[in-house]
């Protein structure tokens, strides 16, 4: 099994649906972690637009990077441009691979109403679905930092 982590500047969204896509689309290829260079918490919104698509990430929590210093990864997956700059090294062989997605909350901030909001959720977390969807192939063509 490839041990994955998704890191993202919180935690909160978009690496937190990476983990939980990966964890329903390729349980039995990958082994899914995600984490923040901060802990912002588990998105509400996350968490609705996953439960829409059959995917429960309530179980998941926001975690710190450095609560995952033991593991040797396999592959870093950078969800954000904050989280690809701010970067920690990983021990071990962890290849690291920038894959961005835009921010939702942003996004939803800036949105006229709710609805609007809610299908920059759904938009980012049907991208990220077909990311995973793609691993581990496409990391294998991906250039690594």
Not at 48 to 65: F, L, N, P, Y
């Amino acid at each position: 099994m490839l041990k994955i982590l998704f890191l993202c500047t919180g935690n909160s969204c978009r690496s937190q649906m990476a983990e939980g896509w990966a964890r329903h689309l390729k349980a039995d290829t990958i082994e899914a972690y995600s984490a923040g260079i901060e802990t912002h918490g588990l998105n509400p919104n996350a968490v609705k637009v996953m439960a829409e698509a059959g995917v429960d990430i309530t179980i998941q929590r926001s975690q710190h990077v450095d609560e995952f210093k033991h593991i040797d990864f396999d592959y870093v997956v950078t969800v954000c441009d904050n989280a690809a700059e701010s970067c920690p090294v990983f021990s071990g062989n962890a290849k690291i691979v920038h894959q961005p997605f835009d921010d939702p909350p942003r996004l939803a901030r800036e949105a006229a109403n709710e609805e609007e909001g809610q299908a920059h959720y759904r938009r980012v977390r049907d991208e990220i679905r077909n990311y995973v969807a793609s691993l581990p192939n496409i990391l294998e063509s991906t250039n690594h930092g």
